[in-house]
């Protein structure tokens, strides 16, 4: 799937300033490289089914593993192993009888301390990732993991690490095989110990993303074959929202345009991000928050959503506005599956020139069968005209006022809203008080 980082930005995957995110609520990786390996994965969407559903494979089966789950690699082991390679120390020597390890101890101290301490931490790297083939060595291995476990296997096969399986823990060991261990791996390993450090970063972003699947109780979306692109959910809701509403989505070739209408606040810029965000996470192989989903393999995803304007360019809001709009049609007429989300089109200009340029825009659009299309307005008097066409669907979030006081119940519901609502919310917060007594 293609996708920009305007996009990204505008689902909240990623942290902007103090704000939470998408993939900071998901983010349940044991080490920092893990992290930033599942930082990369949430960036780059998968291309193809086969690639999506092997993740979805992969996850699951760590989820099924995920109580024998070895704890002995942990952030501060791989910090350890890291720094082993660039403190400064006295020679360690290969092959020292206990009298030459005793001997290094009583010339060496200081040296001697970090190299024992570095050699338990290096002890516990690798018997941690003995412990992981051994996990999996009875499964029937998705691919993506298969190839990092094949590496992994390849570069720990060797005679120096057979001390690693025979004991349990490094504290069994005796100075002398310490220093020995050691030694290997600071002046023979150094590469290798290294390429075992981001191995172990991609399990640790699959691990971090399998309990966030299960923590979050998400789903696996179902994909499907379809030359039209489809979109079918059932309890569909926002991540970052503390107690979300769940929705029902319907796109498809009958229907592929949502019209959404509803008074500020009512929900409608979150139902769309719930729509991309979940889309997206079901695009690189992540469970997504909803009771089911099915849908299409897309090509791409944008969203016109936080448009700001360039001071230093000299741009408008509005002018910006035009711009991704155009940018997005010159996308989306290479006949491949698209899914565009926009959010209040063309803020940036007074009422009557707004209306007639989202028609315009909005009569166009339709006329893409190829892709989806979800837009959200506040300007529902350019619903009726667009009720003629058979592939527009109009839903808008219903708003009630009892007793002065707006209530918000976040239902999708079939129709047009023609709520206005601003004065109100300017009556309600007192600024309407505040500017009477002036």
């Given amino acids: 799937m293609d996708i920009d980082k305007t996009t990204l930005a505008d689902l909240s995957m990623f942290n902007s300033g103090e704000d939470v995110s998408v993939f900071g609520r998901l983010d349940l990786c044991s080490t920092a490289h893990g992290s930033e390996q599942m930082k990369i994965n949430f960036s780059t ?11 979805q494979q992969t996850l699951q089966l760590i989820i099924k593993k995920q109580q024998q789950w070895p704890a002995h690699i942990s952030n501060g082991t791989v910090m350890v192993v890291e720094k082993f390679f660039d403190s400064q120390i006295s020679a360690i020597p290969a092959h020292p009888s206990s009298l030459e390890a005793y001997t290094y101890k009583l010339l060496h101290g200081p040296d001697f301390a970090l190299v024992t301490y570095s050699a338990k931490h290096c002890f516990d790297f690798i018997k941690g990732f003995q412990l992981l083939l051994e996990l999996f060595s009875a499964e029937n291995i998705p691919a993506p993991l298969q190839k990092v476990l094949t590496a992994i296997e390849r570069i720990i096969t060797k ?5 690693v399986e025979k004991y349990k823990n490094a504290d069994e060991l005796s100075n ?3 220093l020995e261990l050691a030694h ?10 290294l390429d075992l450090v ?3 970063a991609q399990i640790d972003a699959w691990y971090g993303m399998a309990r966030a699947v299960q923590k979050f109780e998400l789903v696996f979306p179902q994909f499907v074959q379809n030359d039209q692109p489809v979109i079918e959910a059932k309890g569909l809701y926002h991540l970052l929202v503390q107690e979300p509403v769940a929705y029902d989505v319907v796109l498809n070739q009958k229907t592929n345009f949502l019209f959404l209408t509803g008074a500020n606040m009512a929900g409608k810029s979150t139902f769309i991000k719930s729509v991309g965000a979940s889309v997206f996470l079901a695009h690189i192989g992540m469970g997504v928050p909803a009771q089911q989903m099915k849908l299409t393999l897309f090509d791409g995803m944008l969203s016109n959503i936080n448009v700001v304007d360039n001071i230093s360019k000299g741009e408008s809001y509005f002018y910006n506005e035009v711009q991704r709009i155009k940018a997005t049609i010159t996308k989306i007429s290479d006949g491949k599956k698209w899914l565009i989300l926009i959010d209040e089109l063309f803020k940036g200009t007074n009422v009557q020139d707004a209306m007639k340029c989202s028609s315009t825009v909005i009569e166009g659009l339709l006329k893409i069968k190829n892709s989806l299309f979800i837009l959200s307005t506040h300007l529902y008097e350019i619903g009726e005209e667009l009720k003629k066409h058979p592939n527009i669907d109009f839903k808008y979030f219903e708003t009630s ?3 002065d006081q707006l209530h918000f119940p976040y239902q999708l519901k079939d129709g047009i809203s023609n709520d206005r609502l601003g004065y109100l919310i300017l009556k309600r917060e007192g600024v309407v008080e505040m500017l009477e007594k002036m």
């Fill in 159 to 163: 005679d120096q690490f057979k001390v």
């Fill in 184 to 193: 290997f791996i600071r002046y023979g390993y150094k590469h290798n110990m």
């Fill in 198 to 200: 981001v191995r172990y």
């Fill in 401 to 403: 006022v009892i007793n």
């Fill in 45 to 55: 969407a998968l291309k193809t089914q086969e690639e999506i559903v092997a993740v």
């Fill in 176 to 178: 002398a095989q310490k």
